[in-house]
């Protein structure tokens, strides 16, 4: 897309497999990238796949640092048009074997932490009178999955968050929005037993594993003026195993 051609966007979580992806796509449209992620070696190593990219290390879930990470994101960048929160974590159990710290880990950085990347990224989008908030969540936000009531929880609260932050900007001409991988091949799934790996196959109606480029592309659409009269959705992408 070459309306995207020097726009400024923040890519959390960008060292792991749907953010590699998601780098890439924007690089390769001419976008301004500042890169994110708690791992130097990582960003270094995308770095030199995409030169022209800034990094900055940096972790989402030291909350009392977030202000200051955008006031040192914006003087790498000179502005912000849009931010993709894709930095997450998971902690699996079952719930009657899950403990406090287990729970509050997950739900503290994927979601009060993405409140916060969004609440600083609105702040400063306000001053441009515009800008695009797009929230990675997830499928089991919608349907839930076995062991992992903190990570189902997480991101389903992403999703009502990004409607309420939608409600609330969108007469300031503020974007939010959310997309919602199905299963998608990463170092996440590929720690999935290969017996349950085939019954969730089994379980999306294209019969295969998504790829880190179908959720990059949706992050291109959204990031674009094609996406300017979308406000406060979730773009599913799985294979068609959830419909809305």
Request: aromatic share 6%; with cysteine.
């Amino acid at each position: 897309m070459k309306e995207l051609k020097n726009q400024k966007i923040i890519v959390t979580g960008a060292t792991g497999g749907i953010g590699n992806s998601i780098v890439k796509k924007l690089y390769e449209c001419g976008v301004n990238i500042l890169a994110s992620g708690t791992r130097i070696e990582k960003l270094e190593e995308l770095k030199k796949k995409f030169d022209k990219i800034k990094i900055i290390k940096f972790d989402i879930s030291q909350n009392d640092k977030i202000e200051e990470f955008f006031e040192n994101a914006l003087d790498e960048m000179g502005g912000l048009d849009c931010i993709v929160n894709n930095a997450g974590i998971t902690h699996d159990n079952l719930a009657i074997r899950m403990s406090i710290q287990e729970w509050k880990k997950v739900i503290d950085l994927n979601l009060t932490s993405t409140f916060l990347m969004s609440k600083f990224a609105i702040k400063k989008m306000l001053k441009n009178k515009k800008g695009k908030i797009i929230n990675i969540t997830s499928v089991v936000g919608h349907t839930g999955n076995l062991g992992q009531t903190n990570y189902s929880a997480s991101k389903a609260g992403i999703v009502a968050m990004s409607k309420s932050l939608a409600l609330e900007y969108a007469k300031k001409n503020i974007n939010v929005n959310c997309i919602s991988p199905g299963f998608i091949k990463t170092a996440m799934t590929d720690k999935i037993d290969d017996k349950f790996k085939e019954v969730i196959v089994s379980k999306i109606p294209a019969l295969r594993l998504g790829e880190p480029e179908d959720i990059a592309n949706a992050v291109l659409f959204l990031a674009s003026s094609n996406s300017d009269y979308i406000n406060g959705e979730t773009i599913h992408v799985n294979g068609g195993m959830y419909m809305a």
